[in-house]
């Protein structure tokens, strides 16, 4: 790091202007990195004068030995360096026009302006279409809810109509008890197989720590058929039983479903909310 002000003042100066070169310049830009504000300070105002040195001078037509001159040090091929340099001493000795600079100024103003609407035109298109990509993803990922839903509901009616176009079927209809006057039900099914099909409607709906299940009575004892949950009561309701514990219609006595905890219990706890009997 530089310590000493002066020194760091003299590289500054010639930093501005392009005249450092090699470790100088490697050393200057290091401690430019680690500089405090007051050396901050003294880079930016010393920047800010050797941006606006040209505009600082009038156009002086330059004598003609300086032309000769600089000819004369083109055709001996000076080096890189000396090349550099002549072309910062023309800049800041003003063979640049005042006039010139001034316009070239004001016409990189225009463009950054320009540029700057034209980024916010962009930024605010990008915004745009992310929130219609949004809104499309959202759209699709509805329909493809809609469409599982209707393939499943498609593919749960084709069970059903393998059950029903069986050479042979059994029905038992199911009415309410006194706890539900009105609900209906009925048990389809297809002895060879033990497939069969429950249709539930008009029974209340189902606590969320409860759930509906269905007792197949041989004799006296009940057996568990499965359970099942409404999900709108005033529709009605068809469920798949993919295996009935007992298909023989003269072994069953009857059916039944009653309200039971959730997931069912091996025998019947709650109320009978519906029964019927084999004719």
């Not at 176009?165 to 006194?178: A, F, H, R, T």
Request: glycine share 6%; aromatic share 8%; hydrophobic share 40%.
């Amino acid at each position: 790091m530089i310590t000493d002000k002066e020194r760091f003042e003299e590289l500054c100066s010639a930093y501005v202007l392009n005249a450092l070169e090699g470790e100088e310049l490697r050393e200057f830009q290091q401690d430019l990195i680690e500089a405090n504000p007051e050396r901050r300070n003294i880079y930016d105002e010393m920047r800010w004068v050797a941006l606006h040195l040209p505009l600082a001078s009038e156009f002086v037509e330059p004598p003609s030995y300086v032309k000769e001159n600089i000819l004369r040090a083109i055709q001996t091929q000076p080096s890189p360096r000396a090349e550099n340099m002549l072309g910062k001493a023309a800049k800041f000795f003003g063979l640049i026009k005042p006039q010139v600079a001034l316009a070239v100024s004001l016409a990189l103003l225009v463009i950054i302006v320009g540029l700057s609407y034209y980024t916010f035109f962009l930024r605010e298109v990008v915004r745009q279409r992310d929130q219609q990509l949004t809104a499309l993803q959202a759209d699709l990922s509805l329909q493809r809810q809609q469409f599982i839903a209707l393939q499943n509901e498609l593919t749960r009616k084709e069970e059903f109509l393998k059950i029903l176009q069986s050479p042979k079927i059994d029905v038992v209809i199911m009415g309410g008890l006194e706890i539900s006057p009105t609900g209906y039900g009925k048990i389809i099914w297809d002895p060879e197989r033990k497939s069969a099909i429950l249709q539930i409607s008009n029974l209340p709906p189902v606590p969320k720590d409860k759930d509906y299940q269905l007792w197949v009575i041989k004799g006296q004892k009940p057996v568990s058929a499965g359970v099942f949950s409404l999900t709108d009561p005033e529709k009605e309701s068809f469920f798949k039983i993919d295996q009935l514990v007992e298909a023989d219609k003269k072994v069953i006595s009857a059916f039944a479903v009653t309200l039971e905890p959730k997931g069912g219990v091996p025998q019947p706890t709650g109320k009978m909310y519906l029964l019927g009997k084999p004719s």
